[in-house]
């Protein structure tokens, strides 16, 4: 067990230096602000011709973009490019004569990143909900956000480990963006974001998958149709696909150690 | 005549270096292929359901995917890498490599990065989403140079919008994100004109032309629009020229090189 302190460490540093160029950040606003300002124009002619589309009418259809564009904005899919390059470059080295895990390391640093992203990204979504107020529905029970929230940042890491497993490829290819921006965008699509994943077809495949924990399947906590009798059970499939994921990283790491050759520290 | 001697050089150069990663290539086709497939889906999703959105059939929803997609693509692949490298090279003083070749330089910046393989993979996706909504709705043939005119002055257009947002790194030094800003506000274009309305349509069409881009060549193609929408397309390109020559001069000239 390494000492935690690094963890933590990176976490802090890695904030302080996120926050070090605020206009950034203000940037990445427009992330929740724009999308789902644009699909409300979209959905409000369709739905104003028909009633409801499966389960949704205008108030959820609004709700569920707003609120899914947010958890998918602010989830790392495709971890830190940094990893895949350090790889190929082979400035790997570097993070290997550390007495800390690079996984861990590297997690702690995205979390460190994010936090500043994610309050600022709050107070967006939350003008956007104010701006579409006669449609976005607020969910009052404390118990269904907190849930949503945490499901949501165990997709956080789930994405992030998912990203990170796509930057090892590195080792074996010569360069992995394209993995990573494949990455990307299908997790992005395959966790809701594009359209809900009970309106496609073939629904069961793609709630099967493990990317509807970082969009799809809080946002639906939030719009309370997900019974507290069900949550838990979500909670062990959340836990089991990580585990899983951990258990491929791993292996992954391993194997990809042993072809790596860089460069001297 | 030199300047364009330059960037085919570059493009056959960059040609070169990109076709040494294959398993890459096919991987960002994949990428765009999904992005595709997600906005086809969300139309055929709508389109199983209403007849039309906003008095805009299932040809004209899917030539909008498919235009978008054509558009995003050859700016994406020809200008986006090298526009992007702006704020890098303004940040570390390194802009004097460009500033001093006898080709103006923000046609040779624009080029630097472009991966004209991409072009070649990921074109066809579009073409193809295009292709399909045209045997749903045969155009007239005439239309088809109007519709080719159109995304012409559209990607000089969205080319111009993204060489002035990234102008802005002479002010702003790390603007990392600055970049989804344009990428975000192309989320606009991906929709019908038809479901904005007023002024804020009016808005989309000329200060922020976003339903310029991939609207009007379908309206061109499909839904027998006037020409004139050419000149509307025109106009806003040589409003944002001159916008991004402006920010050009102005970046310049507090622009402080690191020397070398």
Redesign the interface.
């Known amino acids: 067990m390494h000492d935690m302190r690094a963890y933590k460490s990176a976490f802090f540093l890695q904030m302080q230096s996120t926050l ?2 605020r ?3 203000l ?2 606003l ?2 929740v ?3 789902p300002l ?2 409300f ?2 959905w ?3 739905l104003g ?2 009633d409801a ?1 499966g389960a949704y009418d205008l108030g959820t259809m609004i709700t569920y973009y707003v609120v899914v564009q947010f958890f998918i904005a602010h989830t790392p899919f495709s971890a830190w490019v940094e990893i895949g390059e350090s790889i190929r470059d082979g400035s790997l080295t570097l993070w290997l004569v550390r007495p800390a895990n690079h996984y861990g390391l590297y997690l702690g640093r995205l979390l460190g990143s994010w936090v500043p992203f994610w309050l600022l990204g709050l107070g967006g979504t939350a003008g956007v909900a104010a701006l579409l107020h006669r449609y976005f529905q607020f969910q009052t029970d404390p118990v269904l956000i907190g849930a949503a929230v945490l499901m949501w940042l165990g997709g956080v890491i789930l994405g992030f480990t998912w990203g990170y497993m796509l930057n090892l490829v590195a080792f074996w ?7 990573v ?2 990455a ?3 997790a992005s ?1 395959l966790a809701g974001g ?2 809900p994943l009970d ?2 077809p073939l629904q069961e495949l793609w709630l099967f998958l493990p990317f509807r924990f970082a969009g799809w399947l809080p946002t639906q906590i939030y719009l309370g149709r997900v019974s507290r009798s069900e949550l838990p059970l979500e909670f062990l499939k959340l836990l089991i696909w990580l585990m899983a994921f951990c258990v491929l990283v791993q292996w992954l790491w391993r194997r990809g150690l042993r072809r790596f050759a860089g460069v001297g520290v | 005549m030199g300047a364009l001697r330059v960037i085919k050089e570059l493009l056959k150069l960059r040609f070169q270096w990109e076709l ?2 294959r ?6 086709l ?2 765009s292929l ?2 595709i ?3 086809v ?2 139309f055929e ?2 389109y199983a ?2 007849e039309s ?2 008095g805009w059939g299932r040809p004209e929803g899917l030539a909008l995917v498919g235009t978008l997609a054509l558009l995003l693509e050859l700016e994406g692949s020809l200008l986006r890498g090298g526009l992007q490298h702006l704020p890098s090279l303004v940040h570390k003083g390194r802009l004097e490599q460009y500033l001093l070749r006898p080709v103006p330089a923000p046609l040779l910046l624009a080029f630097s990065k472009a991966i004209p393989t991409r072009v070649i993979w990921r074109l066809p996706l579009g073409v193809v989403v295009v292709a399909y909504a045209l045997s749903l709705a045969p155009p007239l043939p005439e239309r088809l140079l109007f519709y080719s005119l159109s995304i012409l002055i559209s990607l000089g257009i969205y080319a111009l919008m993204v060489f002035c947002l990234v102008c802005l790194s002479f002010w ?7 970049f ?2 344009i990428y ?2 192309v ?2 274009a ?3 004109a ?3 309305r007023g002024v804020f349509r009016l808005f989309l069409s000329t200060v922020l032309p976003l339903l310029v881009l991939a609207n009007f060549p379908v309206q061109l193609l499909l839904r027998g629009d006037s020409p004139l929408l050419l000149l509307h397309q025109f106009l806003v390109l040589l409003g944002f020229w001159g916008l991004g020559w402006a920010l050009w001069r102005r970046g310049l000239q507090r622009y402080q090189g690191a020397g070398g």
């Open positions: 070090c160029y206009a950034n950040i940037f990445y427009t992330a602000l724009i999308p644009a699909i124009f979209l409000r002619t369709v011709e028909v589309l290819t010569e360069r992995a963006t394209g993995m921006v494949l990307e965008q299908a699509f594009v359209i309106l496609l | 040494a990663f398993i890459d290539a096919i991987l960002s994949l990428a999904l992005y497939v997600g906005g889906l969300l999703v709508i359901r209403v959105i906003g702003v030094i790390e603007m990392q994100n600055l989804w800003v975000d506000l989320e606009f991906r929709y019908p038809s479901v904005y």
